[in-house]
């Protein structure tokens, strides 16, 4: 868009500065978004790395709708603990899980958290939380 309006712009000669500046500007935002992807996918590969990502299927699903109801839920967040429940139900998990996510409002439900501990999950509700709980280990 910069680059388009710049080079309309260098056609005049009164506007030669602003086209410099233009440049500057849309060269510093082009080392800023590439500056940006470059720490996203490092975030990614960091959570993957400890994390898993968990699918959702036709039975968690239909559980979803049942959590969404029971504790009124919006849809999106009934699919996202209809998820985890099911993980959380899987032969050979461990003793000790964490469910992260910083919606406290929701998860933090005391019959959202009363469930998952019955799975031997804790609720954690920001990232800091859940790196102290991870660097206990």
């Known amino acids: 868009m910069i680059g388009d309006q710049s080079r309309d712009l260098s056609r005049s000669t009164i506007h030669q500065n602003e086209?410099?500046?233009?440049?500057?500007?849309?060269?510093?935002?082009?080392?800023i978004a590439e500056q940006e992807v470059e720490s996203l996918a490092?975030?990614?590969?960091?959570?993957?790395?400890?994390?898993?990502?968990?699918?959702?299927?036709?039975?968690?699903?239909t559980e979803a709708r049942q959590l969404q109801r029971e504790f009124?839920?919006?849809?999106?967040?009934?699919?996202?603990l209809?998820?985890?429940?099911?993980?959380?139900?899987?032969?050979?998990?461990?003793?000790?899980?964490?469910f992260v996510n910083r919606n406290v409002d929701d998860f933090g439900l005391p019959e959202v958290i009363s469930?998952?501990?019955?799975?031997?999950?804790?609720?954690?509700?920001?990232?800091?939380?859940a790196n102290l709980a991870?660097?206990?280990f």
Not at 49 to 60: F, M, R, T, W, Y
Request: glycine share 8%; net charge positive.
């Open 42 to 61: 490092g975030i990614v590969a960091e959570i993957l790395s400890v994390g898993q990502v968990i699918p959702l299927d036709l039975p968690s699903f």
């Open 82 to 98: 209809a998820a985890v429940l099911k993980d959380l139900r899987q032969p050979g998990r461990g003793r000790r899980n964490y």
């Open 19 to 31: 086209v410099r500046d233009l440049s500057r500007v849309q060269s510093h935002l082009a080392g």
């Open 134 to 136: 991870l660097s206990a």
């Open 72 to 80: 009124n839920l919006a849809p999106e967040d009934s699919m996202v």
């Open 115 to 129: 469930l998952l501990r019955r799975h031997h999950c804790e609720f954690l509700g920001n990232f800091i939380d």
